[in-house]
């Protein structure tokens, strides 16, 4: 069974760079995309960006200057670079799993908050 | 990118039937089938349960299904349950390769 485990610093100061890294257990990185999702407080998901396992990568327009997801060396983990946060990223950050050429979000982390202050 | 519209809220009784609509564009919902539903429990991971319009995970029930009608896709939840309470989110693929959110529907079973 794939499972996926987000880790990282739960405060981080405004200004500064969210970094954030998902663990992948029991499954291999090839023929999916790799996303990350957030969910700020009382609100719904956004979509953030992925990287598929080739590493090309799409990002949300309206984060992509700030935004960088990455495949780590040793291609059992993927991490997210959030630049130049505000308190406008605080949020719960999931990760995610997608097959290749569908729609198929199917595996997701439990979440991690953020808080930026 | 805009938000996919979706009812803030849903609810019916135990046994019934009930549909969430996601109202999208031309360059997203209308254009591809790549539109996926996405069940979450506050506090839990969220769990895909529709994707390319109509097709269910292993696993997932036959009670819940999809469809897409131009710019509007939708979920049937039949025979609701009182598990099925939740927030529910449709995603869909857009024409400048990105994914976009549904608002989110709470669904309450009465």
């Known amino acids: 069974q794939v499972q996926l485990q987000e880790s990282g610093p739960g405060l981080v100061r405004p200004s500064e760079t969210l970094s954030l890294t998902c663990a992948i257990s029991?499954?291999?990185?090839?023929?999916?995309?790799w996303a990350w999702i957030r969910q700020p407080p009382g609100r719904g998901l956004e979509w953030i960006g992925y990287?598929?396992?080739?590493?090309?990568?799409s990002y949300n327009p309206s984060l992509k200057s700030r935004v960088t997801i990455s495949i780590g060396t040793s291609r059992n983990q993927f991490s997210l670079k959030l630049t130049s946060v505000t308190a406008a990223d605080t949020a719960v950050y999931f990760c995610?799993?997608?097959?290749?050429?569908?729609?198929?979000?199917?595996?997701w982390g439990q979440g991690t908050m953020v808080t930026v202050s | 990118q805009s938000a996919l519209i979706q009812p803030a809220s849903v609810s019916g009784s135990p046994g019934q039937s009930i549909t969430i609509s996601c109202t999208g564009t031309?360059?997203?919902?209308?254009?591809?089938?790549?539109v996926a539903w996405i069940q979450h429990h506050p506090g839990r991971a969220p769990k895909l349960m529709i994707y390319?319009?109509?097709n269910r995970p292993s696993g997932v029930s036959n009670r819940f299904s999809g469809s897409k009608s131009g710019n509007t896709a939708s979920l049937t939840i039949s025979g609701l349950q009182a598990d099925d309470e939740a927030d529910y989110y449709c995603?869909?693929?857009?024409?400048?390769?990105?994914?976009?959110f549904g608002i989110g529907t709470k669904v309450t079973v009465l």
């Open positions: 995610a799993r997608a097959i290749t050429g569908t729609s198929a979000y199917d595996i």
């Open positions: 029991n499954g291999s990185i090839s023929n999916y995309h």
């Open positions: 990287v598929s396992y080739t590493g090309d990568t």
């Open positions: 031309s360059h997203d919902v209308g254009l591809y089938k790549y």
């Open positions: 390319d319009v109509n």
């Open positions: 995603t869909s693929f857009t024409n400048i390769g990105t994914y976009v």
